[in-house]
């Protein structure tokens, strides 16, 4: 089976500074056999030269490479491929970076403000206004250019948000949909993708 590395685009990836073995994340805007483009998340502090182990998790496999720092801006960095590029089956969801998606999620009786950042086949990542504990119940409405969905599920991490005083990250694990939030939230997933 041949891989299409456009199917990477847009995806989540963890990059493994060789130096040190420094993580950082982001997500990949761009990828070729021979370069690739990632936006980074937490202002990242590398160098030109800089070489990393990159994993990026596309929706039916992995792509794992090396690649050296050709040049970045804050948190745009550019890459150029060490070798090739190897695939592994995919062990989970691949995320996908989304943009225009808001709601409100009920935590505790407190309705809090999100912005979607990423969603997986039965998850999403948030920043919310508020604070969120791991652990917790909500229920959430999303407002999406496929139509509202609303959603339940369960927080599972809760962190400051370092880019964004006064914000929060927040990882959701999702319930099964009923069947318009299904169809909404694939038509949300393969959008992205």
Known sequence: MQVLLSAFVNTRTRMQRLRDAK??????KELTNVNARAILN???TIDIGDKFLVEVHGKEKVAIFQAQVSGHAGDD?????????????????ARVS???VS????HDGLEIEIVVQDVS??????????????????RSILHTAFGEIQCTGEVRHAKPDADQ???FRVGIALDEFDRLASARWKRLYDSAL
């Open 165 to 167: 005083f006064g914000r």
């Open 42 to 44: 937490n202002n990242p």
């Open 103 to 106: 709601g409100v999620a009920d």
């Open 23 to 28: 993580f950082y994340y982001g997500w990949i």
């Open 98 to 100: 989304v943009a225009n």
């Open 121 to 138: 086949a039965n998850g999403m990542g948030v920043i919310a206004a508020q604070p969120m504990r791991k652990g917790t119940r909500i």
């Open 77 to 93: 960095v550019l890459l150029t491929v060490i070798g090739n590029v190897d695939y592994r089956d995919a062990t989970e969801s």
